[in-house]
């Protein structure tokens, strides 16, 4: 009879295959937009890279890839048989990389790392094995037994396990036990650095991400967290300088953006004036803001902020960095709709349009976008744009109900948005849009506070700050979902309004 092994052999060996992919992946593609994903049997043929992904066949135009690596398999199938049985094994050639999976974007700095949309097969896109859920006496038990290259991509699995889970600190944990078996490899110092920068830990990630551009001078990816952590550290012309390299590296469109923007940060740096207080540091165009405008504002964004923090029961840990412009410098800075009158990007941007003193309405702008600062950090910036936008004008607080026979209108006629069409942000639509979104998004928001109380906007907050789809927030939250709530809204405001139109009629 054949001896079965034991329990925490066969755990082993699952971790080894999940990190390999499976005994034939060897293949790396890299690709131009700075991604890679690994395959088996990658090869070119008339235009296209073809590869293997189990028992499909993939292609992808060859002028989107940078190259392809090929490499041995970590574990061949007679390797793996004599894991199985309880023999020994020595460690092939081609095993030294466990860790060729690159971190995702690092947080509000930086969107990078999507799969080509081309990488795909028709029915849907190419996707890399799951990390594994392990638990410290498990993987304690692994590094004891294992191959420490083994045990260490048994703690990089597990660490992704955890990012996935919403746990950067377990997952830092896991990261830097793993490098301890394996020091200096650069796959793990990129993960080490997007882990701080999910933690906002800025100095420390780009210290890490320093690190891993040494161990790997042509990593994109490294160059890529580097300039975000400089960037939030507000070493922009250091982040340009780490962006530029990415992309001479490999270029990426979502780097490409990041780079402009801070280009065109760089460009008014040494126009800007500096101040400081408990909460924020403050850039502003001096000869475009009046001298009474710019004292006002550091005293008003403070109360603003202890109003924000007891409001919502949270407040970003860090300084938040706040900058204002005359009305052409906005402009160029952002790019941003000619409607707008400031913008949340990880730093607070204003719009003075010729105000000489903090307005109420210039106040109400401040709280908006420091609203969003505060809802970007619960839900780390995964906040759909209704929501977002809505609880940010309801916080200001935005006085909106005498345009309620406006949405009203738009109901009837059907011209309202329905909110799933909302999730994106609302800078992308022109004025008239924009203005019907906005009251579209506060009377919701608002709808829900009358409706089921501010605790269930709070709860729908919770939710997406632990990575719970939108949808799936909705029904944990709410007991709805989109459809239910663009049909109750839409039912309330008829209730509430439709007589009252009536009767001016």
């Known amino acids: 009879m054949r001896r079965q092994p034991p329990a925490l052999l066969l755990l082993t060996i699952a971790v080894v295959l999940l990190l390999t992919a499976s005994p034939a992946v060897g293949d790396t593609i890299y ?175 780009a210290d890490v991400a320093q690190r891993a551009t040494r161990a790997d001078p042509k990593s994109a990816t490294a160059f890529r967290l580097l300039g975000s952590a400089l960037y939030e550290m507000e070493k922009t012309n250091d982040a340009v300088a780490a962006w530029r390299r990415s992309q001479a590296l490999s270029p990426n469109p979502n780097v ?67 900058m204002v412009y005359g009305n052409q410098t906005y402009q160029d800075v952002t790019e941003g709709p000619e409607w707008a009158g400031g913008e949340y990007d990880g730093r607070l941007r204003i719009r003075a349009r010729g105000v000489d003193t903090l307005t109420p309405d210039f106040a109400r702008t401040l709280k908006h976008e420091l609203a969003h600062s505060f809802i970007g950090y619960m839900t780390k910036n995964r906040c759909p744009g209704w929501l977002n936008e809505g609880m940010a004008q309801m916080l200001e607080p935005r006085q909106w109900t005498q345009r309620a026979p406006e949405l009203l209108a738009a109901f009837q006629a059907k011209k309202a948005f329905p909110l799933q069409a909302l999730e994106r942000g609302f800078g992308r639509f022109g004025e008239e849009d924009a203005h019907l979104a906005y009251l579209q998004a506060v009377a919701t928001v608002e709808y829900i506070r009358s409706r089921h109380g501010m605790n269930s906007l709070l709860g729908l907050l919770e939710e997406m700050g632990r990575g719970v789809p939108n949808q799936q927030a909705l029904r944990n939250v709410l007991r709805m979902d989109y459809e239910d709530l663009d049909k109750e809204v839409a039912e309330h405001w008829q209730r509430t309004y439709g007589k009252q139109a009536a009767g001016r009629r």
């Open 31 to 205: 690709f131009k937009n700075g991604t890679s994903i690994e395959v088996a049997n990658a090869r070119e043929i008339e235009g296209y890279v073809v590869y293997n992904a189990g028992k499909e066949v993939y292609k992808v135009p060859r002028s989107q890839v940078e190259r392809i690596v090929k490499s041995r398999p970590a574990f061949s199938d007679i390797q793996v048989e004599k894991v199985r049985s309880g023999q020994a094994i020595s460690m092939p050639a081609g095993s030294e990389d466990f860790f060729r999976t690159g971190p995702p974007g690092a947080g509000k700095a930086d969107s990078a790392g999507e799969l080509p949309e081309s990488a795909t097969k028709p029915t849907g896109q190419v996707s890399e094995p799951e990390p594994v859920r392990l638990s410290p006496s498990e993987l304690a038990q692994i590094e004891k037994q294992a191959h420490p290259l083994q045990a260490a991509g048994a703690y990089f699995s597990a660490a992704r396990y955890e990012l996935g889970q919403q746990n950067p600190e377990q997952a830092l944990a896991y990261l830097k036990r793993a490098l301890t078996l394996v020091p200096d490899h650069p796959r793990l110092l990129e993960w080490q650095a997007h882990a701080l920068l999910q933690l906002n830990r800025y100095a420390e990630a």
């Open 256 to 322: 490409e953006k990041l780079l402009a923007k801070a280009e065109r940060d760089a460009n008014v740096e040494d126009k800007l004036r500096n101040s400081e207080s408990t909460h924020f540091s403050l850039r502003y165009e001096g000869p475009a803001i009046s001298v009474a405008l710019q004292r006002g504002i550091l005293p008003t964004l403070e109360n603003q902020y202890m109003e924000l923090r007891s409001t919502l029961g949270n407040a970003p840990p860090h300084n938040l960095l706040v």
